[in-house]
């Protein structure tokens, strides 16, 4: 019996174009006083990055794959296939690299194998939708001889932030900030380089505020006005907004905001013509604001949330979803006095006529630090099988 397992050294999140290490180790469990004949062997280990896409059959029509030849493989259980046995298709995978050939672990014994990959940028992000769905994984195959493929496999998020892949770093080491105390590799200093390029074109791109104003109306005249500080937002930023009633002609009784993403499948894929997009509902704000004169929501967006992107197949886009309750009658009339004594009480009426409305204002939302998204991750750092 051999345990292996995977450990992803700084979390289950990634920015494509970032490299992926992952320290694998393999140990033989049995006690360092066992015979020479508890040794266990195996010949050969392999690992490989992929993703893995998901359609839902009653909304996407997708057009006929190759995947039969996978399939085929799979049912060869002495070949590496990462993907066998998952739903879907492979749409991207990364070269195999063998970790070694011909293990002998003693009673005890452990070793340690590090792989390092660099995650593609022309892949999707990781997303799952209502009719998509993109997922990743590095998956580690390791055989005995004459016995059948074992699958390790370690789901990690990727986020992608266009624009990373176009951008040409220094050729000459001295004009790029470093510490001449650390020893780092090319390829980890680059790495390092490219997160925090990453968080500075973030920092730039939701840091700029400008006042964007609103009018709020319907058939009948003026409800408010809506006020908002920026449109551009990263993963884990509260989105903020003010109402003003107080110059409104129609009284406003309530009103909803809501958080959503919007999944839309492209015209040449979808199951039927004219089908209905998809939506999400990540946060909302509900408030009765009769005779309020100012009104602010705040509303999260969820580090474990898609920010926007768009592929062939599909495409995600994020928007604040607004409903107003207006009253049919002015202000005054919305009360009634309840007794003609000295003390008088005003109450609400029994039954108003109302209108209703709704309203859209899309919103573009960036990703974050990776760092900062794998504390709330689903996925956990480290895994294991034993064979």
């Given at each position: 019996m051999i345990e292996v397992l995977a450990k992803l050294g700084r979390g289950p999140v990634f920015l494509a174009g970032e490299v992926l290490e992952c320290v694998i180790t393999f140990t033989n469990p049995l006690s360092a006083s066992s015979t020479s004949a508890s040794s266990e062997m195996l010949a050969w280990a392999s690992a490989q990055i992929h993703c893995q896409f998901h359609a839902s059959e009653n909304?996407?029509?997708?057009?006929?794959?190759?995947?039969?030849?996978?399939?085929?493989?799979?049912?060869?259980?002495?070949?590496?296939?990462?993907?066998?046995?998952?739903?879907?298709?492979?749409?991207?995978?990364?070269?195999?690299k063998i970790l070694f050939c011909d293990l002998r672990l003693d009673p005890g014994e452990s070793k340690s194998y590090s792989y390092c990959?660099?995650?593609?940028?022309?892949?999707?992000?990781?997303?799952?939708?209502?009719?998509?769905?993109?997922?990743?994984?590095?998956?580690?195959?390791?055989?005995?001889?004459?016995?059948?493929?074992?699958?390790?496999?370690?789901?990690?998020?990727?986020?992608?932030?266009?624009?990373l892949k176009d951008y040409q770093f220094p050729q000459d080491e001295a004009v790029a900030p470093s510490n001449p105390f650390l020893e780092e590799e090319e390829g980890l200093k680059k790495d390092s380089r490219l997160a925090d390029l990453a968080t500075e074109l973030?920092?730039?791109?939701?840091?700029?505020?400008?006042?964007?104003?609103?009018?709020?109306?319907?058939?009948?005249?003026?409800?408010?006005?809506?006020?908002?500080?920026?449109?551009?937002?990263?993963?884990?930023?509260?989105?903020?907004?003010?109402?003003?009633?107080?110059?409104?002609?129609?009284?406003?009784?309530?009103?909803?905001?809501?958080?959503?993403?919007e999944e839309s499948i492209q015209?040449?894929?979808?199951?039927?013509?004219?089908?209905?997009?998809?939506?999400?509902?990540?946060?909302?704000?509900?408030?009765?604001c009769l005779h309020t004169a100012q009104s602010s929501f705040s509303l999260p967006i969820p580090l474990s949330s898609t920010p926007g992107f768009t592929t062939n197949i599909v495409s995600l886009k994020w928007r604040l979803h607004f409903e107003f309750v207006t009253s049919g009658e002015s202000a005054g009339a919305c009360l009634v006095r309840g007794s003609q004594s000295e003390a008088v009480t005003w109450t609400g009426v029994e039954q108003m006529e109302v209108d209703t409305f709704s309203w859209?204002?899309?919103?573009?939302?960036?990703?974050?630090?990776?760092?900062?998204?794998?504390?709330?991750?689903?996925?956990s750092s480290t895994n294991s099988i034993t064979i």
């Open positions: 909304r996407v029509a997708l057009p006929p794959s190759d995947g039969s030849k996978h399939d085929v493989q799979a049912e060869n259980e002495t070949v590496f296939v990462p993907n066998r046995g998952e739903r879907g298709q492979c749409i991207l995978s990364t070269p195999p990959e660099t995650l593609p940028v022309d892949g999707p992000p990781s997303f799952r939708g209502q009719s998509v769905k993109y997922v990743y994984k590095l998956t580690i195959g390791c055989q005995r001889v004459n016995s059948p493929i074992k699958l390790l496999r370690v789901p990690f998020r990727v986020l992608v932030l266009h624009g973030l920092m730039v791109a939701t840091s700029r505020r400008s006042l964007h104003l609103y009018n709020i109306s319907n058939t009948r005249g003026k409800v408010g006005t809506f006020c908002i500080f920026k449109t551009v937002y990263k993963i884990g930023e509260d989105v903020i907004g003010t109402f003003n009633f107080s110059e409104g002609d129609i009284p406003c009784l309530q009103f909803s905001v809501s958080l959503q993403t015209e040449e894929f979808q199951r039927r013509r004219g089908q209905p997009v998809s939506f999400t509902v990540h946060a909302r704000h509900q408030e009765s859209d204002l899309p919103i573009k939302v960036l990703p974050t630090n990776p760092i900062l998204a794998s504390y709330v991750s689903q996925f």
